[in-house]
């Protein structure tokens, strides 16, 4: 199975969650993988410390123009449809940060004037911490677009394994990248007005996308809670409230797992994975007489 962890807002708890479930269930599962989609933020390796057994860049091709023989019809430019070509006169600019590699350009010069250079947009990790396996990415400064890289981290995972992939904030692109193939998404709130807000943002999202989902409701007491009341008029199940509790935020602050951290905490994620697993089954089964 796959789980996505996403959030509508940054900070309520999403890795934290990720990397606490990911780690309890690699007690019993060998082939799991914990894969930080976050590349332009990566935090999952703080907490659970993988060692890195291979490391290497990720290139994408760019168009190079050979003025010599391009005679400026401006066809490339016209193809382009993210403005990353400019004709000044009968020059053409190449602007690489726009550019999004489909190869457009190059197919429609007939002069041949465009080839493609690779142009490296970030690095790709893997390794193993403990039971559990580790991808991630780390996205390299400047680059605007975080879709390619999360795509080559996915692709990591073997087909017949499952895996916890830990999603950036918000409900722009990446996320969508990251969740999409995913057989369930947990979203991450705290029942806080923002909070709150956030979460309808992403419960839209990923209906739009017809995925599955559930709820996390992370320090669950700290507020009004109309988080819940918003999830029970809506249908959505609520998987787990997490408490609010001083000696989570000194756990997490040491970069420790909450579930081995605090006494008590263990049964939050256990619960959780219990219940995850009861959904994905009867989803399932569901498929399976339809």
């Not at 009968?90 to 142009?119: M, N, Q, W, Y």
């Not at 959505?236 to 605090?262: C, F, H, W």
Request: aromatic share 6%; with cysteine.
């Amino acid at each position: 199975m796959r789980i996505a962890i996403a959030s509508g807002k940054g900070g309520t708890g999403k890795t934290t969650v990720a990397v606490n479930l990911a780690s309890l269930m690699s007690e019993t599962n060998s082939g799991l993988y914990y894969v930080d989609c976050d590349v332009e933020e990566p935090n999952g390796h703080l907490f659970l410390n993988p060692e890195v057994t291979a490391k290497r860049p990720l290139f994408l091709p760019k168009p190079s123009i050979n003025e010599e023989l391009c005679d400026g019809c401006g066809e490339c430019k016209v193809i382009c449809q993210y403005n990353a070509l400019a004709l000044i006169g009968e020059k053409v600019l190449v602007f690489p940060e726009l550019c999004h590699s489909c190869g457009g350009c190059t197919l429609a010069c007939t002069r041949d004037a465009i080839t493609e250079v690779p142009h490296e947009i970030g690095s790709i990790f893997e390794g193993k911490a403990g039971e559990l396996m580790y991808a991630g990415g780390e996205l390299k400064i400047g680059i605007p677009s975080a879709v390619p890289l999360i795509k080559e981290v996915k692709s990591m995972v073997p087909n017949m394994d499952d895996a916890i992939l830990d999603a950036p904030a918000g409900t722009s692109c990446p996320v969508i990248e990251t969740v999409r193939g995913a057989d369930y998404v947990l979203l991450v709130t705290e029942p806080t007005p923002f909070g709150l807000n956030d979460l309808k943002i992403a419960v839209e999202t990923v209906r739009l996308l017809g995925l599955p989902f559930g709820v996390v409701i992370n320090r669950a007491g700290m507020r009004d809670e109309k988080t819940n009341g918003y999830c029970e008029e809506e249908g959505i199940k609520i998987l787990s409230e997490i408490p609010n509790d001083r000696k989570a935020a000194e756990v997490y602050s040491r970069g420790q797992m909450l579930y081995t951290g605090i006494p008590g905490f263990r049964k939050y994620f256990k619960e959780l994975f219990l219940k995850l697993t009861a959904e994905i089954e009867s989803l399932t089964e569901k498929s399976t007489v339809i």
